[in-house]
């Protein structure tokens, strides 16, 4: 199974800051890589799909990059409503896994 | 409006069974692959299983394989994850969630329900 590892697990920024959220993935998985965002008490919510493509309706601060096994999310300018965990999750192969979450919280 | 509401949770002892149902509408349902994911109290989400579009293809995650199994009733336009020999470490809320793109296979998934709160314990 491809194991995907996010860092910092958790980051406390301030309102305005630039955010960025690291995935790595156990083997190549081109771009097949996705960005969710999940609120307390919430269901996840698919913000960036195939690594860099922003989902309908997402603000445009949210931004992915990267191939291969090394992957970035940005939140260009943290708002107090992106207060969340942020979940990665790959696509590449079976079984589809998730790393372990970012806690985002304003400082 | 695409909606997937989940149900069938509740408290279940160690060795029993439970069957969670997933509502879809909004969308034509035999067109999407569905998957169901999981969340433990205060841990991250696991993907435990998924199935086709047409009922014909499924996957379940090594740690359900034998004793969980994922179907759907596209008349119904309804999924279930029928879950046998439940352990404590089957608690969890359980979310169902809709593949974005039609003919795909569990990619990325774009509606997911409120979950459902499964609980194993003596």
């Known amino acids: 199974d491809i194991q995907m590892t996010q860092s910092p697990s958790s980051l406390s920024a301030s309102v305005g800051d630039r955010v960025t959220i690291t995935c790595q993935a156990t083997q190549d998985i081109s771009n097949y890589l996705n960005w969710y965002q999940q609120k307390p008490g919430k269901a996840p919510k698919l913000l960036i799909y195939?690594?860099?493509s922003l989902e309908t309706g997402v603000p445009s601060r949210f931004s992915g990059s990267g191939s291969g096994t090394d992957f970035t999310f940005t939140i260009s300018s943290l708002q107090p409503e992106d207060i969340a965990t942020y979940y990665c999750q790959h696509y590449n192969n079976l079984p589809r896994t998730f790393g372990g979450g970012t806690k985002v919280e304003i400082k | 409006e695409v909606q997937v509401l989940e149900s069938g949770g509740g408290l279940v002892q160690p060795g029993g069974s439970l069957r969670l149902s997933c509502a879809a509408s909004g969308f034509t349902f035999s067109s999407y692959a569905m998957s169901w994911v999981r969340q433990a109290p205060g841990k991250g989400l696991e993907w435990v299983s998924g199935?086709?579009?047409?009922?014909?293809?499924?996957y379940y995650a090594d740690s359900v394989k034998g004793r969980f199994t994922i179907s759907r009733d596209n008349s119904k336009n309804t999924l279930y994850l029928q879950m046998n020999s439940l352990r404590a470490e089957d608690t969890a809320v359980y979310y169902c969630?809709?593949?974005?793109?039609?003919?795909?296979?569990?990619?990325?998934?774009?509606?997911w329900g409120q979950g459902t709160l499964v609980t194993v314990s003596s």
């Open positions: 195939g690594a860099s």
């Open positions: 969630a809709k593949d974005r793109n039609p003919s795909t296979s569990w990619y990325y998934f774009n509606y």
């Open positions: 199935i086709s579009g047409s009922g014909g293809s499924t």
